[in-house]
T-cell receptor, first 118, second 115 residues
Framework: AQTVTQSQPEMSVQEAETVTLSCTYD???????LFWYKQPPSRQMILVIR??????QNATENRFSVNFQKAAKSFSLKISDSQLGDAAMYFC???????????????FGSGTQLTVLP | GAVVSQHPSWVICKSGTSVKIECRSL??????MFWYRQFPKQSLMLMAT?????????EQGVEKDKFLINHASLTLSTLTVTSAHPEDSSFYIC???????????FGPGTRLLVL
């Protein structure tokens, strides 16, 4: 079974600064998907970024980028030019590429609560 | 695109009653929908996977007779909490994807309070 670990329960960053959230995972599969989801106080889960394991290039979405290290099984999220609206709980998630049974489900980390200081 | 709605967003009910929560994919057809439960300051716990036109697959420890899931169409799945009790009070979230290998998009969640 796959596991996802987020070792930072809480992080804070000054507005306009950069912060990196850590995520490690364990799997025996060679191909899979990784995600970062954001859950603001409204509790709506919002997809931030997605990475396919077969792609060597790190995914980027505007101010959000990842550092995907497949050999190290590490998938960190970098938020540049942090804004007050970035304050949220961030979840790292893993998903198998296989299409049957429990392989379709997301395995979530425990989350990192990000505070943005004005 | 990829919008998922949930209704109701808030529900308060008396112990012993049943509550139905709807999850709809508004701009795509969802072959697979997932139901999660989330306690405060915790991660999401998968309850069941719902496939259109077939029976839901429940996670270990989730009572299928208590949490009834129906996925009758490609845009609608429902979760019914039967004979609700205070310990069922929680935040319930659904997600949907248009294919099992695609990204899951989440609904806004439903807060259930059982008195």
């Amino acid at each position: 079974a796959q596991t996802v670990t987020q070792s930072q329960p809480e992080m804070s960053v000054q507005e306009a600064e950069t912060v990196t959230l850590s995520c490690t995972y364990d799997t025996s599969e060679s191909d899979y998907y990784l995600f970062w989801y954001k859950q603001p106080p409204s509790r709506q889960m919002i997809l931030v970024i997605r990475q396919e394991a077969y792609k060597q290039q790190n995914a980027t979405e505007n101010r959000f980028s990842v550092n995907f290290q497949k050999a190290a099984k590490s998938f960190s999220l970098k938020i540049s030019d942090s804004q007050l609206g970035d304050a949220a709980m961030y979840f790292c998630a893993y998903r198998s590429v296989y299409n049957s049974g429990s392989a379709r489900q997301l395995t979530f980390g425990s989350g990192t609560q990000l505070t943005v200081l004005p | 695109g990829a919008v998922v709605s949930q209704h109701p967003s808030w529900v308060i009910c008396k112990s012993g009653t049943s509550v139905k929560i709807e999850c709809r994919s508004l701009d795509f057809q969802a072959t697979t929908m997932f139901w999660y439960r989330q306690f405060p300051k915790q991660s999401l716990m998968l309850m069941a996977t719902s496939n259109e036109g077939s029976k839901a697959t429940y996670e270990q420890g989730v009572e299928k007779d208590k949490f009834l899931i129906n996925h009758a169409s490609l845009t609608l799945s429902t979760l019914t909490v039967t004979s609700a009790h205070p310990e069922d009070s929680s935040f319930y979230i659904c997600s949907a994807s248009w294919s099992p290998t695609e990204t899951q998009y989440f609904g806004p969640g439903t807060r259930l309070l059982v008195l």
